[in-house]
Structure formats: structure tokens, C-alpha cells
DNA sequence: GAAAATTATCGTAATATTGCGATGAATAAG
DNA sequence: CTTATTCATCGCAATATTACGATAATTTTC
């Protein structure tokens, strides 16, 4: 139905498909490497990096707000995104819980 | 369009994206966990382990092994799933990577 | 104030995802 | 051989995603 059965599953469990899904964009991906690079936080300078229109990069920055790991500052007419540390702390620390149960145990099947 | 436009993104931001897919829907997460807290691997008790039909259980399975990060052996009538050893190492520091690139820098905004 | 620049949002189109029941294919059990 | 078990796949319905152009809302500039 593409609707997700979220109340079936554990609060960790859809916090980490969460942030998850904010990363299944190579595009959105692209957008959060440069607004690490760049450290100090870009407006619209992201459209002119990323071969994608205007409007679909808003739609991205959009996603990526609604998963909070970026925020918006308005800068007169312009915006300034940026990492939220303290999301991305958050994401950061459990993704890598996630992945980093059982590094070796899975090399065996059946 | 629901299509993405792979060819105008870097190798890494797609693969970054590949396995952040995979991981976006809190039932793979659930499988995934399963599979790595039974070490051996499971096969149908996946499906009365989770609030799901076999049907979507075992569409479930395979976008993860689309992402190859689950391998499954047919053993007799049944299916043995795994994690896929190596995918799941290059899908953990490939995630890792990225969540660690200025870890505080991101701190401040404009 | 009028024009330009910067973003967000709306509308639309194409495709993807999520979920389920039903059906198939294969092996195991009787 | 027939029947049950196990799993994948098909078909369907509802919704979501990706992308774009057009438009609207701000703000700056002139």
C-alpha cells in the first residue's frame, strides 16, 4: 500500500530507517558531504553543484529537514542550511551500533 | 518521475545511497537484526518472528539481497538466509566514513 | 515603487514502494 | 503418487518518490 506498518516495529528500529531513508539519495548523499565541507552552511550555491533543477533540490533539502539531520536558517532573501550536530550525532552513533554488532559472527551460513 | 538520475552522481554517493536504501524500511532493519543475532542463518522463521505476510516478508528478503547484504542458500524445502560478510563490511565503513568526516564542525550555522 | 534574485510550493507525470492474497514451483513426508 | 510445507512471484490497490516547469512569497537592488 506504501504505507509502512511503523507501529509494528521497535522505536529504534524506524528511528534508524529514518535517518536511513534520508540518506537513499545519491543526490541528498551529495548535499550533506557539502554542507560538511563547506563547514559554514550554504544557501542556494547547492543548486548550482547538483546537475538537478532548483525546485528538486528544495524537494531533497525538504526531506532532509522532515528526517532533521539538516536545518534552515533564512539569510535575507536567501537560506543557509546546515548539519544539526546534534541529530547527526545521533544518527551517527546508531547507525554504527547497528552495523557494528557482531562484525565477524556473520561470515558463516547455515 | 520516480527515477533517479544515478549517472549524475559519484560511484561512492550512489553506493552510500544503495546500502541507505536497504536500510530504510524498519522491517529490513528487524530482518537484519535477526539475522545477525542468530549468527546461523533463519529462513522462514523470519516471517513468525515479524507483524508481516510471508509475501511481503519475502519481498522484504530480496531488496536486501538486491543491496546484497543478505545471501540465501536453499536448504531442501527451505530458504537459509545470511549476512553477506563482505557487503556488510563495505556497507559499515562506507557509512561510517561518511557520518565521521568533522565530526563538531558541523556544530555552527552561518 | 518596480525589477531582479532567491526559495518554497503546487501541479503533473512517471515510476517505485509497501502490503496482501492467490498462485506456482520445489522439496519433504505420508 | 499424493499431500503438505516452504518459499518466490504475480497481480492488485494505495501511496510515496523523483523530477520538472510554473507560480507565489520574500527580500534586495535600482
Sequence with gaps: MGVTKTEA?????????????????????????LLIKRQACICGDIVHELPLSQSTVSQHLRELKK????????????????????EWAKASALTRAFFEVQPGAAAKCC
Design 9 to 33: 516495529f521497535s522505536a529504534i528500529d524506524n528511528r534508524i530507517a529514518r535517518y536511513a531513508k534520508a540518506l537513499a539519495h545519491p543526490a541528498r548523499i551529495a548535499i550533506l558531504k
Design 67 to 86: 528526517a532533521r539531520l539538516i536545518r534552515g536558517d533564512i539569510e535575507g532573501a536567501s537560506v543557509c542550511y546546515c548539519i544539526d550536530a546534534a
